[in-house]
């Protein structure tokens, strides 16, 4: 599974990771509106995150591997439906459910060396695969 994936799965973790690198210009590169925040860092890597309602588009480029990728995620009450495809032919989908400060994420892979998981989050203990 590309690095991609695994910072994308979090998508809260990764607003949070682009809002404050829009704090640091040592770090990235960004541009914000009300909508929209998108980095570029210094490697030539571009992230953004575009929100409409209750769903985020996430897109990004990976100037090592020049791949391109997009993620819609969809989010209902505690639960967050997300589906993604990369330029390499790389496809995922999953969910995030919150569960008071745990998220239990799971995620499916398939193409570009693709695999599936699933791991549990906490403020407490961070993240740990899960066996169920």
């Not at 009300?34 to 992230?47: E, I, K, R, T």
């Not at 505690?78 to 995922?92: C, K, N, P, R, V």
């Not at 569960?99 to 060396?113: D, E, H, L, M, Y």
Request: proline share 2%; net charge positive; hydrophobic share 35%.
């Amino acid at each position: 599974m590309h690095t991609c994936l695994k910072l994308v799965l979090a998508s809260p973790l990764l607003l949070l990771a682009l809002s404050a690198s829009a704090q640091s210009p040592l770090l990235a590169n960004c541009t914000r509106s009300a909508s929209l925040l998108a980095c570029v860092d210094g490697q030539g890597n571009a992230y953004s995150v575009a929100t409409s309602g209750n769903t985020l588009y996430l897109r990004g480029f990976e100037a090592v591997s020049r791949r391109h990728w997009a993620q819609t995620n969809s989010r209902y009450g505690q639960i967050t439906f997300f589906t993604g495809l990369a330029s390499d032919g790389e496809s995922w989908v999953g969910y995030n459910r919150r569960v008071g400060w745990t998220t239990i994420n799971r995620f499916s892979s398939a193409g570009g060396g693709g695999s599936g998981g699933a791991f549990i989050c906490g403020r407490m203990n961070g993240c740990q695969s899960s066996s169920h």
